[in-house]
């Protein structure tokens, strides 16, 4: 192609003459890069005060000498037989966020993988910033699939998107909002918990129903909107299936 320019190939200054053998020491490599000119900057600490570790108590008589020096932290009344699992165990990483692919964004269609609405096609709203999980919907009028958390690794991107850019999506659909609640049975003596397994059936509360029908009103408007508006209301409607002879790592989503 006339005049185009040829890529030149780049190498590194400080390369490996012979194993273990660099061209430059470590120190000519600190002054190459100009380390040495940094101003370096020192941040003066904080002090915190230290809490006291005795508590000073006043008792009764002068004979007793008026006050006695008690342990703050007076520890365990029983130990354990080995002490170093009395102490909890720390974390030294921090909690990474979940990065999402690229091929995922807002109104992608998706294709679930597992789960009990394995092979529908859902839409992606948005994710979720403390789990990293997608919050998706079917919606649930053409597939019956609800608003619902799911990992990115079980969906499959598909190359269409709608347009949800006008879907306002309440700020309550967090990761508290689809945790369950479990409730306790308070026990009543060992014979009364003979047969007490039952669980208690889930009942889909009214908020989530109304926020279900807001999100799903949208949503649905978004795909009338849509030029492939006729073919879509089946697409998501039919799950997703392999035929005789389709190859999966050859299909184009």
Known sequence: MAGAR???TRSLRNYELAPGLMRFSRARVFHKRGSALCKKTTVAKKA???PDAYITKKIGGKKNGETRKILANKGPALLSADRALDAPKKTTHAPRAVSLRSTITPGTVLIVLAGRHKGKRVVFL????TSGLLLVTGPHKLNNVPLRRIAQAFVIATSK?????GVKIPETLNDAYFRRKITK???KGEQANLFAGQKEAYKVTDQRKADQKAVDKQILAAIKKDA???ILRGYFSSRFALGTGQLPHKLVF
């Not at 948005?126 to 910033?129: G, I, S, W």
């Not at 998107?161 to 850019?165: A, F, G, L, Y």
């Open 228 to 230: 492939d508006a006729k």
């Open 6 to 8: 040829k890529g030149k």
């Open 161 to 165: 998107k709608i347009d949800i850019s």
């Open 126 to 129: 948005k994710q979720l910033p």
């Open 185 to 187: 049975v308070a026990k």
């Open 48 to 50: 915190v005060a230290k």
